[in-house]
């Protein structure tokens, strides 16, 4: 899918960027025992490390963007109701998404135990759960309608803003 307008794009990049770190965590999920993985593995390392990365940086930014640049602009064309509804998402996976984090940045140092490891599946698992079917739900909802509303400066400008946060 390609978009014309740069903000746009960039969305829908993130959304696919985001898509495939939740698909590659589910897989550790499934493949991991009830006590959590070897944290001595260096591709685990990385992933769960990855994971904090863009929940951390990638996800909030992502999420603020989307809140305080491109809501606004649907609003003053009248669609509060998917506004409401994409802000409620994201109040709800963001903490998910933190508690996630910081369960799993304690997992990198010091390594997960049962309770720990327990604690990450449920809330990451939550936290996959909802960010794809919310970015789906962007992908067909709001995409287009930004697609529409974003003219060729605006778009520049916030594009620019985005980039550099
Ligand atoms: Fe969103
Ligand atoms: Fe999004």
Redesign the pocket.
């Known amino acids: 899918m390609t978009y014309t307008r740069r903000c746009v794009q960039m969305l829908y990049e993130d959304h696919q960027a985001v898509m495939a770190l939740a698909s590659e965590i589910d897989g550790l999920l499934g493949r991991t025992g009830r006590d959590g993985p070897d944290m001595g593995d260096d591709a685990t390392h990385q992933l769960v490390s990855r994971a904090v990365e863009a929940i951390e940086h990638e996800v909030t930014d992502?999420?603020a963007f989307?809140e305080k640049s491109m809501f606004p602009l649907l609003r003053e064309e009248g669609e509060d109701e998917i506004c409401d509804h994409?802000d409620e998402?994201?109040r709800v996976i963001l903490p998910l998404g933190k508690s996630a984090a910081a369960i799993a940045r304690k997992g990198l140092q010091e390594g997960f135990d049962h309770d720990s490891w327990q604690k990450f599946v449920h809330d990451a698992g939550e936290f996959i759960e909802r960010i794809l079917a919310?970015?789906e739900k962007?992908d067909m909802a709001m995409l287009p309608l930004l697609e529409d509303i974003l003219d060729a400066e605006t778009d520049m400008q916030l594009a620019e803003e985005y980039a550099s946060a």
Do not use: S
Request: charge should be negative; avoid cysteine; hydrophobic fraction near 35%.
């Open positions: 992502h999420f989307e994409l998402d994201h919310h970015a962007e």
